[in-house]
């Protein structure tokens, strides 16, 4: 089921960014230290500096998801670009600052009882690079793939009887579902049929341009012209795109998918 291979998939992915956390951690606390580094002769393993760098990666990690989160619903979902990718990095760095210097503070002044400015500094400085490596490493992949799905002549791949046709994502407006057949409805209200079915269909598509509206019929976020509430806190989406036979008079979204379809469309 898609929710299934969703949860695996997303469990997946937070599994590399763990080891990945882990295996930094490792690498920095037994560099830090001549007891700590590997071959000494007063070997110790530095649990301390480990714990304390593992919980520092938990807070890291956290502000830069909620960070991610936030750039890929509203910024690379439409296009991946270096501008972009260095907004999303300043402020994550400049997120963790804002968490850094309150935290060190209060550290210092429990443990030594004084705030020394120039090892803060020094602490800081430490932090944001190995912040920055450790950014890098984590969420590569994840640009990158958003980077292949919001190409502007990402295609999808058209089935229909002995034809076989490539329809760029930015000329569709809509699939929808009619006596058990799927038509790809193109921007100028042309339709083709289809030999998809809209469960496989919503599975290969770009979730961050398509949306499931109901059982009938998929939307391309652009071509959404006006939106409108309606009784019993439904909406009904008008498209740009007059569609040949007036085959979809009407869009309707539920009042339960109401706020998800928002989120996705704002």
Same mark, same amino acid.
């Given at each position: ?6 949860? $695996?998939?997303?469990?997946? &992915? ?21 007891? $700590?580094?590997?071959? $000494? ?5 530095? +649990? ?28 690379? /979902? ?6 972009? +990718? ?32 120039? /090892? %803060? ?12 490596? %450790? ?24 089935? $229909?009887?002995? !034809? ?6 930015? *000329? ?6 009619? *006596? ?6 193109? *921007? ?25 509206? *109901? &059982? ?10 006006? +939106? ?14 007059? +569609?040949?036979?007036?085959?979809? !008079? ?17």
């Amino acid at each position: 089921m898609p929710w299934q291979n969703f949860s $695996s998939s997303s469990a997946w &992915r937070w599994f590399k960014k763990v080891v990945i956390f882990i295996i930094f951690s490792l690498i920095i606390n037994h560099l830090s230290t001549p007891e $700590s580094f590997p071959g $000494s002769d007063v070997y110790r393993f530095p +649990i301390e500096g480990f714990l304390a760098s593992i919980i520092l990666c938990i807070f890291i990690g956290i502000i830069t998801e909620l960070n991610f989160q936030y750039y890929k619903k509203k910024h690379f /979902y439409k296009k991946i670009e270096m501008t972009t +990718i260095v907004w999303f990095m300043a402020s994550t760095l400049g997120y963790i600052t804002l968490m850094y210097i309150p935290i060190n503070f209060i550290f210092s002044l429990v443990v030594d009882g004084e705030i020394e400015f120039y /090892y %803060l500094l020094i602490g800081l400085l430490i932090t944001l690079l190995l912040s920055f490596i %450790l950014i890098g490493l984590s969420y590569a992949q994840d640009v990158y793939n958003l980077y292949k799905t919001s190409l502007k002549d990402a295609v999808v791949t058209i089935e $229909s009887g002995a !034809k076989t046709t490539k329809l760029a994502y930015e *000329n569709i407006a809509c699939f929808y579902s009619q *006596n058990k057949i799927v038509f790809a409805v193109k *921007n100028d209200g042309t339709t083709i049929s289809t030999d998809f079915i809209l469960n496989e269909l919503e599975e290969k598509i770009n979730n961050q341009l398509f949306y499931r509206a *109901n &059982r009938q019929i998929i939307v391309h976020k652009d071509a959404v012209e006006e +939106i409108e509430k309606i009784e019993n806190g439904k909406l009904r989406i008008k498209l740009k795109a007059a +569609i040949e036979n007036d085959a979809i !008079k009407e869009i309707n979204i539920s009042r339960y998918k109401r706020k998800e379809f928002m989120n996705w469309f704002q």
